[in-house]
């Protein structure tokens, strides 16, 4: 399964031009797909419906969006007039080849800001019926101002993605309702814009401190970043390049999986040639239970 994850700066790429169709040719061959900074009815791109913009670029996938962020719109500073009822909607999306059986979006903790701009971020559950078994995928977008901030919604995640079994996810006991029961699979993908850098504070919150004699030791409930896995960093990792500046760039994105997921990833790239937002395409590769047996079988 490929896994692609893309903050897509509300359709507006490297060069400012707003260009949703390379948007989804850079994202070719994805089986599962976050985005970060989808909109509606938000003015500077012309109060577009971003989500129903990108299903219908993806006709034969599933989609889900999780706004955060909702607003009344009013006319914009140019005079223009949106639609009756238009809301300004900021948040997530995940589209995948195999039906998304159940969905919610976590609301992330935020606290007032003055004079910086501090939106209601989320983090998008999605639970999709892949061929090998249900899997959880979180699309995932942090505060960019505070580290501060960050942890605390990194601590409030990863709370609440352990204790998803115990809660049931979106829904138990859905025979009243006439549904089928939704599963409740262990493990799970984390991907998005972290807003952090590699081996930083909120990073460590959440992978868990390195160094000493034993370095990062996995441990159940705390996810695994899929590049140091891998060992596919660079040496000047990016994923994220200022549009005005071009030398300025950082590693912002990722991938974790849970510790059951280990063992399964099999690549993990950066597509820095993509030129759709500010941000690139974080690709990872997770093969079936069977590779991981192969693996396994070969290193005895």
Same mark, same amino acid.
């Given at each position: 399964? #490929?896994?692609a994850?893309?903050n897509?700066?509300?359709g507006?790429?490297l060069?400012?031009?707003? $260009?949703?169709?390379?948007?989804?040719?850079? +994202?070719?061959?994805?089986d599962?797909?976050?985005?970060q900074?989808?909109?509606?009815g938000?003015?500077r791109?012309?109060?577009?419906?971003?989500? *129903?913009?990108?299903?219908?670029?993806f006709?034969?996938?599933?989609?889900?969006? %999780?706004?955060?962020?909702?607003?009344? &719109?009013?006319?914009?500073?140019? !005079?223009l007039?949106?639609?009756?009822?238009?809301?300004f909607?900021?948040?997530?999306? =995940?589209?995948?080849?195999w039906?998304?059986?159940?969905? @919610?979006?976590?609301?992330?903790? @935020?606290s007032?800001?003055?004079g910086?701009?501090?939106?209601?971020?989320?983090?998008?559950e999605? =639970?999709?019926?892949?061929?090998?078994?249900?899997?959880? &995928?979180?699309c995932?977008?942090?505060?960019?101002?505070s580290?501060?901030?960050?942890?605390?919604q990194?601590?409030?995640? #990863?709370?609440?993605? #352990?204790a998803?079994?115990?809660e049931g996810g979106?829904?138990t006991?859905?025979?009243?309702? $006439? +549904?089928?029961?939704?599963?409740?699979p262990?493990?799970?993908?984390?991907? !998005?814009?972290? #807003?952090m850098?590699?081996?930083s504070?909120?990073?460590?919150?959440l992978?868990?401190? %390195?160094?000493?004699?034993?370095?990062r030791?996995?441990?159940?409930?705390?996810?695994v970043d *899929?590049?140091? *896995?891998l060992?596919?960093?660079?040496?000047e990792?990016?994923?994220?390049? $200022?549009?005005? $500046?071009?030398?300025?760039?950082m590693?912002?994105?990722?991938c974790? =999986?849970?510790?059951?997921?280990?063992?399964? +990833?099999k690549s993990?790239r950066?597509?820095?040639?993509?030129?759709?937002?500010?941000?690139?395409? =974080?690709?990872?590769?997770?093969g079936?239970?069977?590779?991981? *047996?192969?693996?396994?079988?070969?290193?005895?």
């Amino acid at each position: 399964m #490929n896994f692609a994850s893309y903050n897509i700066q509300y359709g507006f790429g490297l060069d400012g031009r707003y $260009d949703l169709a390379r948007i989804a040719w850079s +994202l070719e061959g994805a089986d599962v797909i976050a985005l970060q900074e989808v909109t509606r009815g938000f003015s500077r791109n012309g109060f577009a419906d971003m989500a *129903a913009d990108i299903a219908a670029l993806f006709p034969d996938y599933f989609w889900v969006y %999780g706004p955060a962020c909702d607003m009344h &719109v009013e006319a914009d500073e140019d !005079g223009l007039q949106p639609v009756r009822g238009t809301r300004f909607q900021f948040g997530n999306m =995940v589209l995948s080849r195999w039906p998304i059986v159940s969905t @919610r979006t976590l609301l992330l903790p @935020r606290s007032r800001t003055i004079g910086k701009i501090n939106l209601q971020r989320g983090a998008t559950e999605a =639970v999709i019926a892949a061929p090998a078994g249900a899997i959880r &995928v979180y699309c995932v977008h942090l505060d960019h101002v505070s580290a501060d901030e960050r942890i605390r919604q990194l601590q409030f995640l #990863n709370a609440h993605i #352990n204790a998803f079994i115990q809660e049931g996810g979106t829904l138990t006991g859905a025979g009243e309702f $006439d +549904l089928p029961e939704p599963p409740l699979p262990e493990d799970y993908i984390i991907m !998005g814009d972290f #807003n952090m850098e590699p081996e930083s504070p909120e990073y460590c919150a959440l992978a868990g401190a %390195g160094g000493g004699y034993y370095g990062r030791v996995a441990r159940i409930g705390t996810p695994v970043d *899929a590049f140091a *896995a891998l060992e596919a960093y660079s040496p000047e990792s990016y994923s994220w390049m $200022d549009p005005e $500046d071009h030398g300025k760039r950082m590693h912002l994105d990722y991938c974790f =999986v849970s510790c059951g997921l280990q063992s399964r +990833l099999k690549s993990a790239r950066i597509d820095t040639q993509s030129v759709g937002s500010d941000h690139f395409p =974080v690709w990872v590769e997770i093969g079936d239970e069977g590779d991981a *047996a192969d693996a396994a079988t070969s290193r005895v």
